[in-house]
């Protein structure tokens, strides 16, 4: 008989979901399907409670809760030690080794494949570095080269445990952000991973709990929370603050302030 562990484990409420099956090819241990027009958790074994199936699901019918369950058994997954050849593999930007046009070289990043429904635009990238200076040497006069480093930076998108959020800093900014401040990249962007939220027309409440995820398994260094002047937009600082001490981080945490009219309103330090 197995003994059951109190240990994170997803939640899938019934009302909300749809049974849309976004879910399922997101969990790569197949915990999911789809059973009577509904997602179901088939086996809490396979459940490995990090949450990659988290951000994928319109209706935020999935929650993580902590309860007692079957611990996680990665022998039980199927196809564990082969290849999966059943799970559609995401398109690399570029054959192995060259650099698509505008100078990155692109490397999917390792186990993280196959996530996203196999959706290329979805899969976890990292840019080699080296291609941003390639970039940088070979633009025009006069033309800002991009700082960015990943793929994808939507936090819907982003696996908790995404390889490029591990020893970096990271810049959690509302959207409008980058559209606002006319220096984003060269003064806040280059260097940190990125990721970008709507608080308004996104649900606040399922970011809040992701963000726990990600400041407790990401090994993240550090966190700015770039936000809009507008009301709205302190939600988002809200969340980031709830989640930083739900998860018990001690990294900084910080707040940067940008008007409607692109003028930096205020930096300081949150934690």
Not at 31 to 49: F, M, S, Y
């Amino acid at each position: 008989m197995t003994t059951k562990l109190v240990r994170d484990i997803i939640r899938i409420d019934e009302e909300l979901c749809d049974g849309c099956g976004e879910c399922v090819p997101n969990c790569a241990e197949g915990a999911i399907q789809i059973i009577d027009g509904k997602a179901r958790l088939v086996a809490e074994n396979l459940c490995d409670g990090i949450g990659a199936c988290l951000g994928t699901c319109p209706r935020g019918a999935i929650t993580i809760e902590k309860r007692a369950a079957d611990p996680f058994d990665e022998s039980a997954v199927p196809g564990h030690g082969t290849p999966d050849t059943s799970r559609p593999q995401a398109l690399s930007a570029s054959p192995p080794g060259l650099a698509p046009a505008g100078g990155f070289r692109v490397a999917p990043a390792p186990g993280m494949m196959g996530h996203h429904g196999g959706c290329p635009g979805s899969a976890v990238r990292s840019f080699v570095p080296g291609g941003l200076q390639s970039e940088m040497e070979s633009a025009p006069s006069g033309e800002i080269p991009s700082t960015l480093t990943q793929w994808p930076v939507q936090l819907m998108l982003v696996p908790p445990t995404a390889p490029f959020l591990a020893g970096r800093e990271v810049l959690l900014a509302a959207d409008c952000c980058g559209f606002a401040y006319g220096d984003f990249h060269r003064r806040f962007l280059a260097g940190k991973a990125l990721l970008v939220a709507c608080p308004k027309l996104d649900n606040l409440a399922h970011y809040r709990q992701k963000l726990e995820i990600l400041f407790r398994q990401s090994g993240c260094t550090g966190v700015t929370v770039m936000i809009m002047e507008v009301p709205c937009c302190g939600g988002l600082k809200a969340a980031a603050l709830e989640a930083y001490q739900a998860a018990g981080a001690e990294f900084p945490l910080r707040e940067v302030v940008i008007g409607i009219r692109g003028d930096i309103l205020r930096q300081e330090d949150l934690a």
